[in-house]
T-cell receptor, first 112, second 113 residues
Framework: DAGVIQSPRHEVTEMGQEVTLRCKPISGHDYLFWYRQTMMRGLELLIYFNNNVPIDDSGMPEDRFSAKMPNASFSTLKIQPSEPRDSAVYFC??????????FGPGTRLTVL | DQQVKQNSPSLSVQEGRISILNCDYTNSMFDYFLWYKKYPAEGPTFLISISSIKDKNEDGRFTVFLNKSAKHLSLHIVPSQPGDSAVYFCAASGGNQGGKLIFGQGTELSVKP
C-alpha cells in the first residue's frame, strides 16, 4: 500500500495567492483528517470527513480556508487568499472507522 | 483549553536506559489513547495504543501505561536506542470528540550513544 499521498511536498507562494493542497487517503479508509503543525500551536486538527462528508470544521481558522472531498480517494485544502501566518506544515491523515490514523508526509507551506 | 498535555518538551536519555514519556489529559470521557512518533520532515507514525479498559499494553520495547484515576498515561521504551530519537505525541479520542484525535504538544526524545 502506498500510504497517504500528499502533494505538493513543498509550496512557496506570495501573500494573496491561492494555495491548494492535495491528499489521497489509503484505499478503504472512511475517515480523512487535515492537520496543521506550527511551533506555536503544535499539531492542530483543521477539519475531518467521514465517508466524504465534512463532520467537524471547527478547527478551520477562518473563511479563507476551505476543504472538499469530492470522492473517497481525493481531498483538497484550499487557502484563498494566503497570508504569511498560514506558513506551516499541513498533514493529511486517514483511518478506518475510529482506529489509528495514518499520516501523509506533509506539505510545507511558506507564504512570503 | 488543552485537553491533552505533555509537560516535558524534551527528554535526553543514554542508550540502553529506559525512556519514560508522560502525558496528562483532562477529559474523563476519553476512552482510547495513542502514541505517535515523528521524525523530521515526515508525518507522525502510529506507535502503540491502549483502550481505557486496560491499564497496560506492551509491544516489544514499547509499553504504554494508563492510570485513569490520575488521568495520566506514560510510554516506556526499554532499552532506548539512538534510532528512537524523535518527537513523541500522545493523543486521545472518545466521548464527544467523534472521530477526532486530540494531540498533546509533543516531547522530543534524544537518545545518546
Amino acid at each position: 500500500d502506498a500510504g497517504v499521498i500528499q502533494s505538493p511536498r513543498h509550496e512557496v507562494t506570495e501573500m494573496g495567492q491561492e494555495v491548494t493542497l492535495r491528499c489521497k487517503p489509503i484505499s478503504g479508509h472512511d475517515y480523512l483528517f487535515w492537520y496543521r503543525q506550527t511551533m506555536m500551536r503544535g499539531l492542530e486538527l483543521l477539519i475531518y470527513f467521514n465517508n466524504n462528508v465534512p463532520i467537524d470544521d471547527s478547527g478551520m481558522p477562518e473563511d479563507r480556508f476551505s476543504a472538499k472531498m469530492p470522492n473517497a480517494s481525493f481531498s483538497t485544502l484550499k487557502i484563498q487568499p494566503s497570508e504569511p501566518r498560514d506558513s506551516a506544515v499541513y498533514f493529511c491523515a486517514s483511518s478506518f472507522a475510529r482506529n489509528e490514523q495514518f499520516f501523509g508526509p506533509g506539505t510545507r507551506l511558506t507564504v512570503l | 483549553d488543552q485537553q491533552v498535555k505533555q509537560n516535558s518538551p524534551s527528554l535526553s536519555v543514554q542508550e540502553g536506559r529506559i525512556s519514560i514519556l508522560n502525558c496528562d489529559y483532562t477529559n474523563s470521557m476519553f476512552d482510547y489513547f495513542l502514541w505517535y512518533k515523528k521524525y523530521p520532515a515526515e508525518g507522525p507514525t502510529f506507535l502503540i495504543s491502549i483502550s481505557s479498559i486496560k491499564d497496560k499494553n506492551e509491544d516489544g520495547r514499547f509499553t504504554v501505561f494508563l492510570n485513569k484515576s490520575a488521568k495520566h498515561l506514560s510510554l516506556h521504551i526499554v532499552p532506548s536506542q539512538p534510532g528512537d530519537s524523535a518527537v513523541y505525541f500522545c493523543a486521545a479520542s472518545g466521548g464527544n470528540q467523534g472521530g477526532k484525535l486530540i494531540f498533546g504538544q509533543g516531547t522530543e526524545l534524544s537518545v545518546k550513544p
